[in-house]
T-cell receptor, first 113, second 118 residues
């Protein structure tokens, strides 16, 4: 069965203090790995899709990387507005739900001034 | 705003009542998904449509749940005889199908409908 594990569950950073969030996954055949940001009471906001090991994508202070077993979301010099829950999800092309996103529980990030 | 919209945003109901939620996907997105999210958890897949055809259903979708997408446009999710365990955020997402890369698509989520069953 597909599994997605995110760590840490919660992370508190000072403004400007860079760090990384981890997403470990187990799938039969990776169709895609997705990162989303979710603010309280709102729907997830799409950030990145990664398709194959070695791929990297960047957007402002965020950079996502992918290996065969895990993905990292690097946050460089975060600002308080980066505070949110970051969700990782995978699509497994070999599963019955080939297009469903299988999410982890998320990492709750708090950036203090 | 051309994003995914959901209605209502909040619904409070009593146990045993039926509720129906609506989702309007991004225009021309032919795939539509329903997810459920409880506090502290990631969204869980419920069901998926390609145009008007319901192609996948999770085992989470009990016989009290039914979803439709008439004419391949908006979708509705109905829960009959609601239970307290149905309290959750119900999220709708849509995605396009791209020629040659139909498997590689981003899902764009709506704001969700928060259901509280008393």
């Amino acid at each position: 069965e597909d599994q997605v594990t995110q760590s840490p569950e919660a992370l508190r950073l000072q403004e400007g203090e860079s760090s990384s969030l981890n997403c470990s996954y187990t799938v039969s055949g990776l169709r895609g790995l997705f990162w989303y940001r979710q603010d309280p009471g709102k729907g997830p906001e799409f950030l990145f899709t990664l398709y194959s090991a070695g791929e990297e994508k960047e957007k402002e202070r965020l950079k996502a990387t992918l290996t065969k077993k895990e993905s990292f979301l690097h946050i460089t010099a975060p600002k308080p507005e980066d505070s949110a829950t970051y969700l990782c999800a995978v699509q497994d092309r070999d599963s019955n739900s080939g297009y469903a996103l299988n999410f982890g529980k998320g990492t709750s990030l708090l950036v203090t001034p | 705003d051309t994003g995914v919209s959901q209605d209502p945003r909040h619904k409070i109901t009593k146990r045993g009542q039926n509720v129906t939620f609506r989702c309007d996907p991004i225009s021309e997105h032919n795939r539509l998904y329903w997810y459920r999210q409880t506090l502290g958890q990631g969204p869980e897949f419920l069901t998926y449509f390609q145009n008007e055809a319901q192609l996948e259903k999770s085992r989470l979708l009990s016989d009290r749940f039914s979803a439709e997408r008439p004419k391949g446009s908006f979708s509705t999710l109905e829960i009959q005889r609601t239970e307290q365990g149905d309290s959750a955020m119900y999220l709708c997402a849509s995605s396009p199908t791209r020629d040659g890369r139909s498997s590689y698509n981003e899902q764009f989520f709506g704001p969700g409908t928060r259901l509280t069953v008393l």
